[in-house]
């Protein structure tokens, strides 16, 4: 049976009694791909409302950090293990602050391109990270293949829009420094030439590239079983959002919409080139 965790959503009491498993939390300054971000006061409220729901917690520290910046992470970190929450990370940085202070609760590697395989995430399970977030980039087989194969609690994303890259630069802002224009907005879609297929640039600590479709595993999700399924409502229109909870949530099947690489493999081939 699957489980179904939500990302920050904006009334968390309009999603509190359905029946989804617990929500996805960013921090403030440390964190990515957020609606909105809650400060260390506001998790403690989250905590306690999440508990009395028997609700877990999850928060994502999901960037990219520079080294200015790995004491004010350390402070962070020290807060948070005073709760009850799993501590997602993309960046090892975060697993080696974890092992430093001694963190007793339970840690989550985040991986948008490295998590295709069970050896990886066994390899971060000898290090204690028990959960995983598993690549957009893998088919359906390969997703249900790793979670026969691997001991690690895996979480995949089932709704939303998928991170094809993220650099530490601030990309926008060179762009635009560059070409001698200004850059009035953190969120700007280009067109690709060949395809003329769109696709969305958000710079904030990070910079991110996104697919231009919203993805979703709602066609295959009876192929798709004992996951725990992250619905994403990053840039995504609330009543949209809601509706579309709603059906994973009762699986209302659609045999439609951008399903990414769930049902297209991906083929390496070796040439020559002279």
Known sequence: MNKFYITNPNNIDRYINLSVSGFIFGIEKFSSEFNNYLSLDEISLMCDKCKNNNKDIIIFLNRLYFEHEIDSLKELITELSKYDVIIGFTDDAVLNIL?????????????????????????????????????????????????????????????????????????????????????????????????????KIVEEY????????????????????????????YMIDEEVFYKEVNNFINHNIKDEGYTGFLDKKTVYKVEDYE
């Open 99 to 199: 092992d430093e202070i001694g963190f007793k609760g339970d840690s989550m590697l985040i991986s948008n391109h490295i998590g295709t395989n069970s050896y990886t995430l066994d390899f971060y399970l000898n290090k204690g990270v028990k959960n995983a977030y598993i690549s957009t980039e893998i088919t359906k087989e390969e997703i249900n293949e790793i979670n026969k194969n691997t001991k690690s609690n895996i979480f995949i994303k089932g709704y939303g829009y998928l991170n094809m890259a993220t650099s530490s630069r601030k990309l926008l802002t060179n762009y635009f420094k560059f070409i001698d224009k200004n850059k009035d907005k953190n969120n700007y879609t280009f067109k690709d030439f060949v395809t003329s297929k769109e696709y």
């Open 206 to 233: 990070n910079s991110n590239f996104y697919t231009g479709d919203i993805y979703s595993c709602l066609k295959y999700l009876n192929e798709l079983d004992n996951l725990n399924i992250i619905l994403d409502n």
